[in-house]
Structures are given as C-alpha cells and as structure tokens.
C-alpha cells in the first residue's frame, strides 16, 4: 500500500465506490470525498467528507499530507458548457493546486471523448496512438482535454506529476458492440489505479484505460512508464453484444459513439 494517504474525489460515483472498496481492501488509508453523500459503510481505514470541487480551500486542507489525489469527481457526461464549467475546470483547478502544495501526484479520470471526433479504424488500418490531437466530441470531451493540458502545464511548470486515463466505457460488462473495443473492466481498472500511483515516477504520462481488447481502436501510449498491463477482454461478450449497434451512421463513425451525435448540426 502506498506510504501517504490517498483522497479519492466522486467517491459517492459509480467508480469511486468501487476504488474505495477495492483499494481499502488492498490495505490503502483513503480520503474520499463527494457532493454527493456516499451511499455505501464507509470502508475501514477509510473517511469520508462531503464538500463541492468549488471549495477550493477545502480540497487544500483535505489533501494535506496526502501522496496522491485520484481525481473522479465532476460532471461524467455530455451536460450544457454551463453545468461542466464550475465542477470540471474551476474543480479540477483546486485539485491541481492541492496536489502543488503536497507535491502529490494526479491521476485524472480523462475520457475517450476528448478525442472522440477520430474516425473508428476500419480493417488493419492503424490504431490511433495516445498523442494523437484532441478532437472533443461536445462540452465534457473538451473539459477532459483541458484536464490532461492542465496535467501538462503543471509538470512542466511546477513538476507535478499525473497520469490521464483515457477511459473507454468501464462498466461490469460491456453492453453494445462499441464496448467491445472500449470496455475496460472495474479488475482492470483497480489495477491501473494502483500502478498509477505506486509507480516510483510517473512525470506526465496518458494512457489509453480500456482492457485487452482485440477490436480496441487505440495503440501506443504510456504504460510502460508506469508498469501496467490489463488482463481482462471484452472478446468473450462478442455473442452477446457485437449485434448490437445504434443504427446511425454518426455515431457508428467516430469513435466517441453516441456523445458525438447529441446536437450533431453538421449534416453529412
Ligand atoms: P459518476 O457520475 O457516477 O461519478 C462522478 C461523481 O462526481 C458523482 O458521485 C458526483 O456526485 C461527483 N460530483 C459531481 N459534481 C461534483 C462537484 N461539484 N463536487 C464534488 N463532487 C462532484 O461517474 P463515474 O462513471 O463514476 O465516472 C468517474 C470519472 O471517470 C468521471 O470523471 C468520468 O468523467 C470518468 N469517466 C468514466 C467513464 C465510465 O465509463 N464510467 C468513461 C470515461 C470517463
């Protein structure tokens, strides 16, 4: 287990709860937070304090004498630029600024959607590679993205270290034919987690956070540096799910899937 306590935000959501029940039982002391009050027994070695993102002296004080700050808080899906604004940016600002006063490293739950806008690989044509551009599909892509820049600016300013997980779709199972690619499993998940933050130095890394998929749309990234590799695959739930599609040729297109059709004006 890690040295430092470690403060795990959206800890009330459906990751947090299971990081603050898997990473408890790996014998981790945690600091969970939400907004929301947190639905489960608070886990031994384990406390929970309920506080917005936008108290950002709080966070300072909740993040004291911590080594690292899992950032899963905020808004997780497409909402108006309004309602991500204060949570994801303002937010994710009071985390960086936290994890500055404690030398603590991030590790930030980043999302496919920063770059959904890539065109799905057809074939053998090659997987997108994890320094591709940003191409956000709406509102909350573009606050990931701004997340990983701000990663970026604070290790190369103030030597923060983070590790962005581009999170695919990190469900028990998958539940349509896109997650064949972009499933990652809550096993995986956990064990991403850990690496992430007990790697001895991690600088500012991005990882592409899916499981070992053969159909996955993504290649080359960062988890070497932090000695990570899934173990799970969402081939196995092929039979059950790979008939399953949306029938529109927006979403069936890009990689971001149904985010990149929500008040799609573009035409064809
Ligand atoms: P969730 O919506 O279940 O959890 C997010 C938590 O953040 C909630 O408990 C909510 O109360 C809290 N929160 C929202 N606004 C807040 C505020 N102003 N102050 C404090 N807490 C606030 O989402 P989920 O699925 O657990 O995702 C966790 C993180 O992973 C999110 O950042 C999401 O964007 C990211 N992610 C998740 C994916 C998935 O497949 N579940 C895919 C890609 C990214």
């Known amino acids: 287990a890690p040295a430092k306590p470690v403060l795990l935000t959206g800890a009330s959501g459906n990751l947090g709860r299971v990081l603050a029940r898997e990473l408890t039982a790996l014998g981790w002391t945690l600091r969970l937070t939400d907004i929301a009050?947190?639905?489960?027994?608070?886990?031994?070695?384990?406390?929970?304090?309920?506080?917005?993102?936008?108290?950002?002296?709080?966070?300072?004080?909740?993040?004291?004498?911590?080594?690292?700050?899992?950032?899963?808080?905020?808004?997780?899906?497409?909402?108006?630029?309004?309602?991500?604004?204060?949570?994801?940016?303002?937010?994710?600002?009071?985390?960086?600024?936290?994890?500055?006063?404690?030398?603590?490293?991030?590790?930030?739950?980043?999302?496919?959607?920063?770059?959904?806008?890539?065109?799905?690989?057809?074939?053998?044509?090659?997987?997108?590679?994890?320094?591709?551009?940003f191409r956000p599909d709406g509102f909350y892509g573009l606050s990931k993205a701004y997340g990983e820049l701000m990663g970026r600016t604070y290790w190369d300013k103030h030597g923060v270290e983070n590790v962005n997980f581009r999170i695919g779709s990190c469900f028990p199972e998958p539940a349509e034919a896109r997650m064949l690619a972009t499933w990652l499993s809550f096993a995986d998940l956990v064990r991403l987690c850990e690496a992430a933050v007990t790697a001895p130095r991690s600088g500012h890394c991005v990882i592409w956070a899916c499981s070992n998929n053969p159909a996955s749309f993504w290649g080359r990234d960062h988890r070497d540096r932090i000695g990570w590799q899934p173990r799970d695959t969402a081939e196995g739930f092929r039979d059950k799910v790979g008939h399953i599609t949306s029938g529109n040729p927006v979403i069936e297109r890009y990689q971001g899937g149904g985010y990149t059709a929500i008040d799609y004006s573009r035409g064809k």
């Open 37 to 133: 009050p947190f639905p489960d027994p608070v886990p031994e070695r384990a406390s929970f304090t309920r506080m917005d993102l936008a108290d950002g002296v709080g966070l300072l004080r909740l993040a004291e004498g911590c080594g690292a700050i899992l950032h899963f808080g905020g808004i997780s899906v497409e909402q108006p630029f309004g309602t991500v604004l204060g949570p994801n940016i303002q937010g994710l600002y009071h985390v960086y600024e936290a994890a500055r006063r404690e030398r603590a490293r991030v590790i930030f739950a980043s999302s496919n959607h920063a770059i959904g806008f890539h065109e799905r690989p057809q074939g053998n044509a090659a997987k997108l590679d994890v320094d591709c551009a």
